[in-house]
């Protein structure tokens, strides 16, 4: 108990910024961080035999080697599409900004769309700016579903003529991809995930090579493979949302 007479030491801090007029402007202290970055080389090889060359070429009117070059480019680009999303569905987890578990076979659209605000608030109240909701094809198509996306919905949801691809939901507009896993839906801030290509080495086409046997023999068949240098990092969990879907 605090008697009357007691002595009482009470310590505080406070910020100092009216001081008032011909006083000292106190000063802020920041700090600046950093962190070294590494990239690794990503390869995709494919193997035509001459057969495959001529058949396509005389019989089927095409050019296998271009059919597997662009196979190759492709293939490698959707690679790196899906690691940049896994980072940042992990960052988006680890960041705890959920919006909640929406269940696609009983849940109406509306919880989803209400899920997906309180993801967007919560990245918000972490002083971030999220810029648009990413899903997949699937949860895109579910969405757009929603009876808020009709001229007598709501005015920041927007379907456009395209279809589900110009949607716009709670003010921020829908990105769709094949990258992404039907289990999440994102919201987030364009610099959640760092990608960066070495200068040097962008992706590049290399080849033809003349393909060898185990022996060294030649074999009539041509190799190419495409490469890139290039690294993903994630800095700040919390310039990401997520809704998780069951």
Partial sequence: TIGDATALDVDYTY???VVGEGNAIQRGKGTLSYQDVSVAARRLAGLINDEAIAFGQSQLGWDPVTRVVAMLIRELREMIDVGIFSKAIAASVQSGNAGGTWTAASDPESTLVKYMGIAKTAVENDYYMPRYFVMSKTNADRLSNWTGLTREGFPDALLGSAGFANMQVKGLPIFSTTAMPDTHILVVHPELVQH???ATRPMA??????YRDTSANL?????????EYS??????N????Y????
């Fill in 219 to 227: 074999v009539a068949a041509q190799e190419w493979y495409v490469e």
């Fill in 196 to 198: 960066r290509v070495l």
């Fill in 15 to 17: 910020d100092k910024v």
């Fill in 238 to 241: 919390n310039k990401g949302g």
């Fill in 205 to 210: 086409l290399k080849g033809p090579f003349q």
């Fill in 231 to 236: 690294g993903q990092w994630v800095f700040v």
């Fill in 243 to 246: 809704v998780r879907v069951a």
